[in-house]
T-cell receptor, first 112, second 112 residues
Framework: EAGVTQSPTHLIKTRGQQATLRCSPISGHTSVYWYQQALGLGLQFLLWYDEGEERNRGNFPPRFSGRQFPNYSSELNVNALELEDSALYLC???????????FGSGTRLTVV | EDQVTQSPEALRLQEGESSSLNCSYTVSGLRGLFWYRQDPGKGPEFLFTLYSAGEEKEKERLKATLTKKESFLHITAPKPEDSATYLCAVQASGGATNKLIFGTGTLLAVQP
């Protein structure tokens, strides 16, 4: 069974640009979660999507947004990139009532 | 506010030297407590879920226990391949969120 897949693995952007990160959940999982892991910090909750709708978002500015497609894959968009957005962005998936979830390997975003 | 604190921040052990990692938590209502292992540059890998005080789970050299205020991850006779960052997270019951609240992790180094 394929796990959670994320693309690209690495992404380098210039300050002010936009970044798009993609995630494919485990087959059958309808919930997708996005987390940010900045260097030296713990995982910070960004967004939760289920059945195509945003169910909850963390304490991040509106320039962090995303969507979930009918096939349950998801996209995270970060607009007007700032240097402090440099981090490992992790996607995870689960069944909506499942406890805990499975993570992908992440996208390393570097803003220069 | 729901919070997770892990200690120590870093731990260096000799191969075969057993020890324990601590996870203290404050949560309005505990739905589950999770332990993950994370290797450098990779996503967290699920280890255990604990649901209620007194519960214990084991996997190879690892054993997780849970009380009403904290969880311990006991590592018995560790090997160099156990070197990783160990993350603890809690999921609160109630509310409209499935988010996990993570601690900042314990970086474990096991020397041969």
């Amino acid at each position: 069974e394929a796990g959670v897949t994320q693309s690209p693995t690495h992404l380098i952007k210039t300050r002010g640009q936009q970044a798009t990160l993609r995630c494919s959940p485990i087959s059958g999982h309808t919930s997708v979660y996005w987390y940010q892991q900045a260097l030296g910090l713990g995982l910070q909750f960004l967004l939760w999507y289920d059945e195509g709708e945003e169910r909850n978002r963390g304490n991040f500015p509106p320039r962090f947004s995303g969507r979930q497609f009918p096939n349950y894959s998801s996209e995270l968009n970060v607009n007007a990139l700032e240097l402090e957005d440099s981090a490992l962005y992790l996607c995870a998936s689960s069944f909506p009532e499942e406890y805990g979830y499975t993570f992908g390997s992440g996208t390393r975003l570097t803003v220069v | 506010e729901d919070q997770v604190t892990q200690s120590p921040e870093a731990l260096r052990l000799q191969e075969g030297e057993s020890s324990s990692l601590n996870c203290s938590y404050t949560v309005s209502g505990l739905r589950g407590l999770f332990w993950y292992r994370q290797d450098p540059g990779k996503g967290p890998e699920f280890l255990f879920t604990l649901y209620s005080a007194g519960e214990e789970k084991e996997k190879e050299r690892l054993k997780a226990t849970l009380t009403k205020k904290e969880s311990f991850l006991h590592i018995t006779a560790p090997k160099p391949e156990d070197s990783a960052t160990y993350l603890c997270a809690v999921q609160a019951s109630g509310g409209a969120t499935n988010k996990l609240i993570f601690g900042t992790g314990t970086l474990l180094a096991v020397q041969p």
